[in-house]
C-alpha cells in the first residue's frame, strides 16, 4: 500500500511526520503547478470548485509516481469538501484508475470505523503509537504555522529585499529530505533562527492586512498566488488566523470538547449567529476581530461558487462600514488571470496608504488646533 494525500500548503508537513512515525510507505504530491490545475480541470466538472480540481490533478501526480492509496478527510455540512471521497472514487473509475480511497471522518459507523480504517492503514501499528504519531504531527503542523506566521512579518521588514523567500524556500526543499518528527522539529527550529536573524529596516512599522476566506484557498499558495509573499515584498505585514493547526485546535479539538464560544463566534455573533458551513462565521469573526485589532484592511480569498463564502462576503461590506476597515474580496477560480489579480490587490494596497495619510494629517490638524 503506498498512500498519498491532497497537497494543501505546508500540511504536508503533517502528514509526513505522521507517516514518518508510522512507517508507511507514501507519496508527497508535487507542490501544486500549472500541470497540476491543468490535469484536475481536464476531469472535473466545470462548475467544480477549485480545490476539488487541484486535489484532483494532485492525486493523479501521485499515481504517476506510484502511490494506490488516497487518504483523504471527510467532512459534513453544507460545504461540498463532505461529497469529496465519493465525487473522487466515482472519477478515478471512470478514468481507469484502480486506486483506492480512505476517508478518515467519524462517519455513522462512530469511533469504531474511524479505528477500524486507522488500524487497516498502519496494520502493524498499536492504537497508542499511532495516537503518539498524531500528537507528534500536530505539534509538527503547529510549529510549521509559527514557521510561516514568522515570515510575514520578518518579509516587509527585511533589509534585503529577497532574504525571507530564499530562506523558506529552502525550508521546503529541506523539509522533503528528512525523515521523522524530531529531525523535522530540529530543521523548522534552526529556520526559525534565520528569520529571526534577517536584518531589519529599523523603526519600519508595515501597514497590517488581515487574510480571511476559506481554509483551502488560503493555504494552498497555487489558489491565492502567493498572497503572503506578493503583500509581504510589497511591504505590507500579512495575518492569517486560519491555519491547519488552528483548525484542528478550533474545529476538531475545542468544538468536540464544546469549551464554550470560540472567539470567532463571538466577534462573528451580531452578523451571522451560527454556523452555516465552511468558514464563514470565521470569516466574519475574524474580520471583526481584524477591525477591533487596528489592523488597515482585510482581504476575503474564496473559490468561485463557495456558498458559505458567498453569504459571508454579503455581510463584510456592513462589517467594514461598522468597523471602518475596508474590505477586498478575491474570488479564485482556474481561469483567474495573475496580472488583473496582482492589480488589484495593488490597487488596494495603494487605497489603504493614502486612507493612513490622511487619517495622519486629520491628526495633525486636530493636535495643532
Known amino acids: 500500500m503506498i498512500l498519498t494525500f491532497p497537497h494543501m500548503g505546508s500540511v504536508y508537513i503533517l502528514v509526513k511526520t505522521l507517516f514518518d512515525e508510522l512507517g508507511a510507505t507514501y507519496v508527497i504530491p508535487p507542490k501544486g503547478s500549472k500541470k497540476t490545475l491543468e490535469l484536475g480541470t481536464k476531469y472535473c466538472p466545470e462548475m467544480a470548485c477549485l480545490p476539488l480540481k487541484i486535489n484532483v490533478g494532485n492525486f493523479l501526480e501521485s499515481i504517476e509516481k506510484g502511490a494506490d ?134 523603526g519600519y512599522e508595515p501597514m497590517k492586512i488581515g487574510i480571511v476566506g476559506e481554509i483551502y484557498t488560503l493555504v494552498e499558495p497555487l489558489t491565492n498566488m502567493n498572497i503572503e509573499k506578493t503583500l509581504g515584498n510589497m511591504g505590507v505585514e500579512v495575518n492569517r488566523v486560519l491555519t491547519t493547526s488552528h483548525w484542528i485546535d478550533q474545529h476538531i479539538l475545542k468544538a468536540g470538547l464544546k469549551i464554550g464560544k470560540r472567539d470567532f463566534e463571538k466577534a462573528a455573533y451580531p452578523y451571522i449567529k451560527t454556523m452555516i458551513g465552511g468558514h464563514a462565521q470565521e470569516t466574519a469573526g475574524h474580520t471583526v476581530m481584524y477591525a477591533n485589532s487596528g489592523y488597515d484592511g482585510v482581504i476575503q480569498i474564496y473559490p468561485l461558487t463557495c456558498m458559505p463564502e458567498v453569504v459571508a462576503g454579503s455581510i463584510l461590506p456592513t462589517i467594514s462600514k461598522d468597523k471602518d476597515i475596508p474590505v477586498l474580496t478575491l474570488v479564485m477560480d482556474e481561469i483567474t488571470g495573475e496580472a488583473g489579480y496582482i492589480t488589484r490587490v495593488d490597487a488596494f494596497v495603494d487605497m489603504l496608504i493614502r486612507k493612513k495619510d490622511k487619517e495622519k494629517q486629520n491628526e495633525r490638524v486636530l493636535s495643532r488646533s
Do not use: W
Not at 478514468?95 to 496494520?123: C, H
Open 69 to 202: 492509496t488516497i487518504v483523504i478527510t471527510g467532512g459534513c455540512g453544507p460545504c461540498r469538501f463532505g461529497y469529496y471521497a465519493e465525487m473522487h472514487r466515482q472519477m478515478f473509475k471512470d478514468m481507469g484508475q484502480d486506486v483506492e480511497i480512505i476517508t478518515i471522518e467519524i462517519d455513522d459507523t462512530g469511533i469504531k470505523g474511524l479505528i477500524a480504517k486507522l488500524r487497516y492503514l498502519f496494520p502493524n501499528k498499536s492504537l497508542l503509537s499511532i495516537a503518539n504519531a498524531i500528537v507528534k504531527a500536530f505539534s509538527n503542523m503547529k510549529e510549521a504555522d509559527k514557521l510561516d506566521a514568522l515570515s510575514y512579518k520578518v518579509r516587509p521588514r527585511e533589509q534585503e529585499k529577497g532574504a525571507t523567500d530564499a530562506i523558506m524556500n529552502k525550508f521546503e526543499a529541506d523539509v522533503l529530505m528528512v525523515t521523522g518528527a524530531k529531525e523535522i522539529t530540529k530543521l523548522i527550529k534552526k529556520t526559525q533562527k534565520k528569520l529571526k536573524a534577517v536584518p531589519l529596516i529599523a
